[in-house]
């Protein structure tokens, strides 16, 4: 009776086995995604925090500056964090000010291009981070 239970297993691992490689699939690219949401949040609240020591200038005149700076410190986190690389093809940082001194504000939104390890259960899309973070420089209406 026993010789008859081999194919049985044979069988039943045949059947197990594209449910159990899906699911580790996508266990890996779940992770990857989350692994990059999470080092694009770090890189985003440290872009922002080093945009914010920038002066923005008079009627925010300097802002190329601060968006340079927030796109350098974003990139700078990334490659560190083990995120890769990130240039102006695949990364974006847009900067938002709102607010009056002595309580003025940004808002940051940092994105990248995200592509997944194996792309059976999760697709190429973009990755955004926000932030709002207080600006260091008040100035004054005139």
Same mark, same amino acid.
């Given at each position: 009776?026993?010789?008859?239970?081999?194919? &049985?297993?044979? +069988?039943?691992?045949?059947? !197990?086995?594209?449910?159990?490689?899906?699911?580790?699939?996508? %266990?890996?690219?779940? $992770?990857?995604?989350?692994?990059?949401?999470?080092?694009?949040?770090?890189?985003?609240?440290?872009?922002?925090? &080093?945009?914010? +020591?920038?002066?923005?200038? !008079?009627?925010?005149?300097?802002?190329?500056?601060?968006?340079? %700076?927030?796109?350098? $410190?974003?990139?700078?986190?990334?490659?560190?964090?083990?995120?890769?690389?990130?240039?102006?093809?695949?990364?974006?940082?847009? +900067?938002?000010?709102?607010?009056?001194?002595?309580?003025?504000?940004?808002?940051?939104?940092?994105?990248?291009?995200?592509?997944?390890?194996?792309?059976?259960?999760?697709?190429?899309?973009?990755?955004?981070?926000?932030?709002?973070?207080?600006?260091?420089?008040?100035?004054?209406?005139?």
């Amino acid at each position: 009776m026993r010789k008859y239970r081999s194919g &049985a297993t044979a +069988l039943e691992f045949a059947l !197990i086995l594209p449910t159990f490689v899906l699911l580790l699939m996508s %266990v890996m690219d779940f $992770g990857w995604l989350f692994f990059q949401r999470a080092t694009l949040d770090m890189a985003a609240t440290a872009g922002c925090r &080093a945009a914010t +020591l920038i002066d923005p200038g !008079i009627g925010d005149s300097n802002m190329g500056r601060v968006e340079d %700076v927030a796109f350098e $410190g974003m990139a700078d986190q990334l490659f560190a964090a083990g995120g890769g690389v990130c240039d102006t093809s695949d990364c974006y940082v847009d +900067l938002i000010p709102y607010g009056e001194p002595p309580g003025r504000s940004m808002i940051c939104v940092i994105g990248r291009d995200f592509e997944p390890l194996i792309g059976m259960t999760v697709s190429p899309m973009t990755l955004e981070s926000s932030i709002a973070v207080r600006m260091e420089w008040q100035r004054w209406a005139d």
